[in-house]
């Protein structure tokens, strides 16, 4: 931390790339991954990383990528609250949080009515002030 860099125009693009590999390779970061099984099951309801897909009792329904990033992280920790920040941080890896608790109300809020819809149930649970969970 504490650094900064400077880029010209002047600077050929081998130079540029090379400046900000040194500069990175001097970074310290952390990121949390989110590794996928090739399936989830949680009773009925099973969760198909490689093709965003859930299915429950034979019918299936595909999800765009964030919302099921959003249902496996919470499925895969049943009970265990996230707050929207880590949701968004975990799920849009890196990108420049913007409209946080907006974005992820919608995605949980289509997420539910698919459940609904599926299950017959409530599965992802408010936690009112903090965030959401999934319940099983």
């Not at 900064?4 to 600077?11: N, Q, Y």
């Not at 952390?30 to 309801?45: A, D, R, S």
């Not at 990528?65 to 890196?94: C, D, H």
């Not at 997420?111 to 009112?128: M, N, P």
Request: aromatic share 8%.
């Amino acid at each position: 931390m504490g650094k900064m860099m400077i880029l010209t125009f002047k600077d050929s693009e081998e130079a540029l790339l090379k400046r900000l590999i040194d500069s990175l390779g001097a970074l310290e970061y952390h990121q949390v991954e989110l590794p996928m099984e090739p399936l989830l099951k949680i009773g009925n309801l099973s969760l198909h990383p490689l093709e965003s897909r859930i299915e429950h009792d034979g019918i299936s329904y595909t999800l765009g990528r964030q919302q099921f990033q959003i249902l496996y992280l919470l499925a895969r920790n049943p009970g265990r609250t996230f707050q929207k920040t880590q949701i968004y941080s975990m799920v849009w890896e890196g990108a420049e949080p913007i409209q946080v608790n907006e974005t992820i109300r919608y995605h949980i809020s289509g997420l539910r009515k698919i459940l609904l819809e599926l299950t017959g149930r409530e599965c992802i649970e408010t936690v009112w002030g903090i965030g959401y969970r999934f319940v099983e």
